[in-house]
């Protein structure tokens, strides 16, 4: 027997959660739009936001690392195109802030790019860090942990083959995680190409208001053919969250570090969080449940 805590319960507009008794078992296929290498049976995904990004620099092989160390469920990480089209993964337009480099990372080919120091900013003992490919983040992943690949708004073009969509997809089928991954961005272009490019892969529109026009999680999961809603974990409203369990739809929200914000938006039914700290959700999420 397990005891499990009912989150979704809305009672007078207040969020309450109630413990109750149950038998374990198989979560439905529809609850989370893709495969975990280490699926615990909670329906909920343990995302490290950029790697463990609170403790090692952002998007670097050392913050992936250190996110299967501490038993994350899933890396989020962001990707873009170098000059000589290959797929980098970092987060920001221009290499300033992250990297001993200046100027739009689309500017440089991945040669330049693999010569800059991407973990000094966070730390002098992060120095040999460097800029990784999708291709580097698919070798280590595959067979340990699922990926959310976000795809920045800048690498996509209106061109439906060639592109940062098409090349990301052939990495993934390359290693042969199609089932691990799902690919979102705050583009919809990118999310309709994705779509168009492969029928089954998932993919999760992020909020971006002026794009969804007013519309609710189901009607831009209809519109796209997506498979889950990712959105900034302040934005998220009862009105979302009714609308999202109606139809069946996970909801992963970011990004989201504070105890007491973790715990809330638990209760609130999401199926998973993205944290720049997944040890401290880790041992959250472990301990809503308990053997009799």
Known sequence: MILFYSFLTLFSGILIFIPTIMTAQPIPEHSLPVKLYSDNGDNFIVI????????????TMA??????????????LDITLSSDGQVVVIHDEKLDRTTSGKGKVSDFTLQELKKLDAGSWFSDSFSEEK??????????????ISL?????????????HGGIEEKSLKLVKKYGMEEYVLFSSFNYHALSHIRELDV?????????????????????????????FNCNFKKLSKRWIGDASKHKIPIFVYTVNKERHLKKMIQSGVRGIF??????????????????
């Open 131 to 144: 800029i990784p490919t999708l291709e580097e983040v698919l070798h280590f992943a595959k067979g340990k």
């Open 275 to 292: 944290t720049d700290k997944p040890d401290v959700l880790k041992s959250i999420v472990e301990n809503l449940w308990e053997t009799n």
């Open 148 to 160: 959310n690949i976000e795809i920045k708004s800048e690498a996509v073009s209106n061109s439906l």
């Open 63 to 76: 913050a992936f690392k250190a996110a299967y160390e501490m038993q994350a469920e899933m890396i989020e």
């Open 48 to 59: 490290a936001h950029r790697g463990a990004s609170a403790y090692y620099p952002e998007n």
């Open 200 to 228: 089954e892969i998932a993919i999760a529109p992020l909020y971006e208001r002026k794009q969804s026009k007013g519309k609710l999680p189901s009607q831009l999961i209809n519109q796209y053919k997506a498979n889950a």
